[in-house]
């Protein structure tokens, strides 16, 4: 199994552009999330899904869109990349509610935004 | 509000020495309690989990420790080694029976393990 797939594994935005970050999971999990990191701040939830066809605000939704159209795939989406949104994100899933499995994370996408 | 937060930022430690990082947390109904690593470049991977009615779990050469009284949460690492220098996270859940909105993780900022030779 490869678990969590994330792509691109890097990118660089120019302020304004717009782009989608793919994650891919081949475990059956019900849930998805996608965090951010920087620096000092951890991780933070940006958006997250519980099934199919549905999505949630987490922690630092704005500037980002998400979709959940099958199962195994979790899309986080930039309309307008701004300089801000340079980070490391992070994909994760979890078989069912967290509280009893915990998540796998992905291996990172790392985006610059100039 | 509700936080997960650790003591400090840095622990530097002499490899073959035990090491132990620190964890608070606020929210008494949290039910179970995960510490993932972080080596550079790479995602959090799981090292092991507690839940709310245990104490003490232990896995190869780690050990949590739950102390549900004054909402402290540890991870010792025995016998250092280099290959554990990374960054480690405690997370908790609100409990097993929340859904939805609750459905997810509370993270730490991460603390940085850095093993002298």
């Known amino acids: 199994n490869a678990g969590v797939t994330q792509t691109p594994k890097f990118r660089v935005l120019k302020t304004g552009q717009s782009m989608t970050l793919l994650c891919a999971q081949d475990m059956n999990h019900e849930y998805m999330y996608w965090y951010r990191q920087d620096p000092g701040m951890g991780l933070r939830l940006i958006h997250y899904s519980v099934g199919e066809g549905t999505t949630a605000k987490g922690e630092v939704p704005d500037g980002y869109n998400v979709s959940r159209l099958k199962k195994q795939n979790f899309l986080l989406g930039l309309e307008s990349a701004a300089p801000s949104q340079t980070s490391v994100y992070f994909c994760?899933?979890?078989?069912?509610?967290?509280?009893?499995?915990?998540?796998?994370f992905g291996s990172g996408t790392r985006l610059t935004v100039v | 509000g509700e936080s997960v937060g650790l003591h400090l930022p840095t622990l530097s430690v002499q490899e073959g020495d035990n090491s132990i990082i620190n964890c608070a947390y606020s929210n008494s109904a949290s039910d179970y309690f995960i510490w993932y690593k972080q080596e550079s470049g790479k995602g959090p991977q799981f090292i092991i989990d507690i839940r709310s009615n245990m104490d003490k779990r232990q896995g190869q050469r780690v050990t949590v420790l739950l102390n549900k009284t004054v909402k402290h949460l540890s991870l010792q690492i025995a016998a250092t080694q280099p290959g554990d220098s990374a960054v480690y996270f405690c997370?908790?859940?609100?409990?097993?029976?929340?859904?939805?909105?609750?459905?997810?993780?509370?993270f730490g900022k991460g603390i940085t393990l850095s093993v002298r030779p």
């Open positions: 997370a908790e859940s609100p409990g097993r029976f929340n859904t939805g909105a609750n459905s997810k993780l509370t």
């Open positions: 994760a899933s979890s078989y069912y509610r967290p509280a009893n499995y915990g998540y796998t």
